[in-house]
Structures are given as C-alpha cells and as structure tokens.
C-alpha cells in the first residue's frame, strides 16, 4: 500500500531523513520509534505533504500513486490521515464544522453525495462516545482550550470519522495520562481493519502495550537501522536506543 | 481661530428653522462653538489619516438644497429586516427624527425613555463633532435605567437615513444612565436606504453608576455612499462592567471615536471590534482608555479584513493616570489584508504615570497562520477553503464575544456575507 524507497528529506539547511525505505502492507500494524531528533515526525510529514520538508531524492507511492506530486489536500483525499502530535487550535471554526468539510472533501473526490446531517450527527456521537468525548466538543473551535489529552482524542475522533486507508499517528501518546492512553489505544485497535493500515510513531513503548504493532521499526539519523515484530520494541524499553545507534554506527 | 469649513450664515438658519424648544439655547451655543472651532482637519494628530472632506462637501450640499429633514417615508428593507429578527424593544430614529410615538410606548418601571427636548439633562458640546452634533440636533433621548433593574430584554435603537437624490445630513444624540446595581444591554443599528449621499453624525453618552453591567453592541451596515462619525463616551463607576462590540460593513468614510473613563476601582471595560472593508471604503476607530482609578480592567481587541483599495485606522491609546495602580491592560488589533492596495494604519498608544500595572499590546497586519492552513489541507480542504475557513473564523470570534447574545445569529451572517463579498472581489 506505502512503499518509501531511498528517501531524503531536508528541513532549512539540515538533511534529517537520509535515505530511509519502508513498506507498510494493507491491514498492518507498524510502529516507528526511535529517539529524538532521529526523524520521526519529518517521515510523517513528508507523507502527508507539508511542504517545509523538501524531497531531495527518492520517492513516496501510496496504491501505486506518486505522492510527491500531490498537494496535501489532494493526499488526505485519497485517504491518507495523519494525526498531529501537536494539534492546532483554530478558534472560530468548530468541530462538527471541519469533520464534516473534511468527510465532504472526500466524498466528493469518491464521487459520493455530501454526508446527510442526521446520519453525520449519529456517526459522530456514536465515535465520541466510544473515546469518551462530551458530545458538547462538537460545537466547540477545533482543538480550541482542549487540554493534551482532549486534542489528541480529537485527532482519534476525526481519524473514526474519515476512515482513511492509511492513518499515521505521530506521538499520539505523547503526554497523555493513563486514562486518556487508553481511550486513545482504544479508538485506534477500533480502526485496525484489513482493509486499512495504521502507522505509529512513538518514542516509547508504552502505547504498543494497549495496540500490538505487526512491525516495529527502529529510526536513527534518518535512516530505518532495524525491523522486527513486537519484541523489539520490549527490548527497546529493556536497552534504550544507545545500543543500537552504536550497533549502527559499527 | 481655524476656519469654519461649513458655511456658517447657512448652518445659523438650518438651526434657526429646528423647533423653538427647550434645545434652542445649546444649539444656538454648539453653533458659536462650531463657528470657532470648526470641524477637525487632517492637520490634528487624531484626525492624521481621516479627512473629513466628503462629510463637508455633503453637508454644504445639504446646506445649500435648504437643510431639510425629508417627510418620515417607509423603513428600509434592511431595518425592517433586522426589527423582526432581533428580539429587542426597539426605537427608531430616522433621518434624525426620533419615533416619538416609541418613545411613549416605553412606560416600564425599569427602563425611563424621555426626548432630550423633554428632559433636563445638560448637553455638553465641548468635544470636535459634538458641538455640530448639538447645533442641528432636532431632537434625542435621554435613557434611564433604574437602580437594581435588571433589564432582561435589550434596548434598540434602530438608526437609518434615506437618501433618495438629494444629500441629506442628520444627528443623533442619546443619553444614558445606568444607576447603581441594575443591568442593560443595548444595540445601536445603523441602516440605510438609497444612492444618494449623507452624512450621519452621532452622539451616544453611557454613564455606568456603581456594580453596574453594560452590554453595548453597535452594528453599522450603511449604504456606500454614506459618512459616518460616531462617538461613544463612556464613564464608569466602581465595580461597573461595560462590555463592548463594534461591527462595520458599510459606508464609504466612516470614524468612530470610543473613549472609557475609568473612573473608579474594580471597573472593566471589554472592547471588541470588527471591519470588514473593501473598494474605496475607508474605516477608522479610535479607541481611548483612560484609567484614572485603579485597580481596573481593559481589554480591547480589534480586527479587520481589508480589500481593494480599502483603507483601515485603528489608534488604542491607553493612558493610566498618576495613582491609577493595578490597572491591566491589554490591546489587540490583527488585521488581514488582501491586496496590494488595501492600507492599514495600527497604532498602539500606552502613556503609564502609575506604578504597579500591568499593561501589554499586540498589533499584527498580515497573513493567515500556516500551520493552521496546513492543518485543514491535510484534512482535505483545499488551500483556497482553507484560506476562506480560517479568515471566517478571524471574523468569527468576533462574532462569538458580541456581549448581546440575540445579535449574533444576524451578525454571523452579515459577517460571511460581507466577507464573501470581499473575497469576490479579489478574483482576477
């Protein structure tokens, strides 16, 4: 579904993925970790297309399709998520306003007709409830005073409501409390679909204790310097990442 | 002494035809003063980058074509519109002329309606524009709200002018008083009708007694050849709250002057504004705050959407007098520009002559967030959405803090109205 082959991405001046490849198949689970500084967040903004993260070399393609040639807009359409580890607030636009623009969005490059209200209003509190979100956050700004906790549920509601085909959560987990970790884990393992492939990036473990990754990857100077299954993410949380940028740099 | 730049022989004997009543003895007075200080020019560090010119070019046509108020015709559409929607107990001044009939309807203990011809409240006519004000007002309100009301639905005051052809000039002049403990909200509606040109100069003085509560919100949505000057001066007692939301749409010249005393400890004044300009549409607001008395609140946040050749002042002077200490202040204007034309002159003012405040101001004239921008597109909004939502929702939180809730629905739509309007007009 994702394949990344040789990829370098550069921010400002500073090389920071430096030719990294992956492939993620439909209906897996992939955990990307790795310290900070190595290159996690620019892999997930490289592939949802902002463009301060200039492409240098290599190539992107999403079910056959070269990404590098879409505007974000046009990659979210195609059904590419990405969950922001730092969510903005946009006071002034609300939140029902921005699921449904976004499921809109969509539809309409699907060839669907716009979302019923009635229907768009029931699928919404069904998912709210299931995160645990006060239907009130509807009608709210988007993300606007939410605390930590309420901006990344949101992020997981809007993931519930587009049903992408290929969702990258980057440090979703970050500075959430046990409760809110939960409900996040939660939300996610209610996505993982066969027909659909979940892309975590996490600095630490304990997120992949509540949603069981098909692969871990381990990130380090921009480049993937170890796959395996779940158990390398124990020995991860056993070892630190030390070992294994020196096993790297051997 | 500076010149009078509208003719005075001509404004004598527009006053001279007003009603020989009780006001007859300040207009004549506001003339003399007129005649003296003339109307403010350019050359007036306040009045920097707005040129009354076409307010005096319409008045001395209005002079010259014999200085007449035209025959009471039918409301406009627009005001019509906005007294069946907004659920307030409305009164309607129209081409100056006060609703008479309105005003006698207003029998209620809590609320005392009363024309300034009828009541004895002094008129001050000291202040540039007041004295004009004061010389041709044929007649005003004087509003008082009794001690410990709680006025539960708002008073309106629904001000449009007709100009068919001819240029047409008119005042407005309203008076109120809140006494101690009671609470009022208040909507001040411009609207207007026809192409032709006029000029509307209004007058509105707030008195706020102690532990009072003032929602005051001004909406003016004028036809664009109109002139429009406007103050609103404000006094505060202690422990008053005044809550303040200004919307401008319309109009070709527009100035408004907001000046709070902050007169006593634990008042605060919310302050709040919105232009959306386009074309040749100039928009100026002055805002003074004086805090005299400390410790008290300000805050002001003004914001604005600018196209065409639009241009926008917006001066926030903020001065704490010598032994006004715990004052916190704060003054915001951000403002949007989407043309090369468009001009925006934003100038934070703080003079402090007291210890221990807290004072802080922020101007920005510019773009739209990024991040914010990029957020949307990744949710598959496409730039030119994206740019509309989040200018929508700039205006928007305007809309949100308008202190009197039942003009919110009206103002959210007159906002994306206006804004669509705008944007239009940036299309190739």
Known sequence: MLEIRNLHVTTGDTEILRGLSLDVDVGEVHAIMGPNGSGKSTLAQAIAGHEDYVVSEGTITFQGIDLLELAPE??????IFLGFQYPVEIPGVNNAYLLKAAMNARRKHDGLPEIDAFEFLKLAKEKMALLGMDPKFLNRGVNEGFSGGEKKRNEILQMAMLEPSLAILD???SGLDIDALRAVAEGVNAQRDPERAIVLVTHYQRLLDYVEPDRVHVLSEGRIVRSGDKSLA???EEKGYDWLREAANA | MRAVNLPIDALRHAVASLPEDRLAPVRRAALEHLGQHGLPTPHEEDWKYTDLGPAVEIGNEWLAGGAAAPEPAGLPAAAREVLQRIEADWIVIADGRVDSAAVAAFAGDAVQVTLLSESDVPLDFAAPLTDLNSALLRD??????RRGAVVERPLGLMICDT?????????????????AGSRAEFIEYHASAGAGRHYANTVVNLRLARDTHASYVRIQDRERAHVQTGQLNVRLGSASAFEHAAFDFGGRLVRNDLNVGVDAAGAS??????YLVGQDQHADNHVRVDHRVGPARSRQDYRGILNGKARAVWNGKVIVHAGADGTDADQANHNLLLSKQAEIDAKPELEI???????????????LDAASLYYLRTRGLDEEEARQVLMRAFAQAIVDRTPVGVTREILAEK???RLAGLLEGMAP
């Open chain 1, 74 to 79: 046009e990659r979210a359409r195609l059904g």
């Open chain 1, 171 to 173: 440090e979703t987990d």
């Open chain 1, 234 to 236: 124990l020995e991860l």
């Open chain 2, 140 to 145: 005003g309100l004087r509003i008082g709200v």
């Open chain 2, 163 to 179: 100009a068919e052809s001819a240029a047409g000039m008119s005042q407005v002049r309203i008076e109120i008083e809140l006494e």
């Open chain 2, 269 to 274: 004044a919310t302050l709040a504004g919105l």
């Open chain 2, 353 to 367: 002559y007291a210890d221990d405040v807290k004072c802080s101001h922020g101007t920005t004239v510019g773009e």
């Open chain 2, 415 to 417: 906002m994306a109205g």
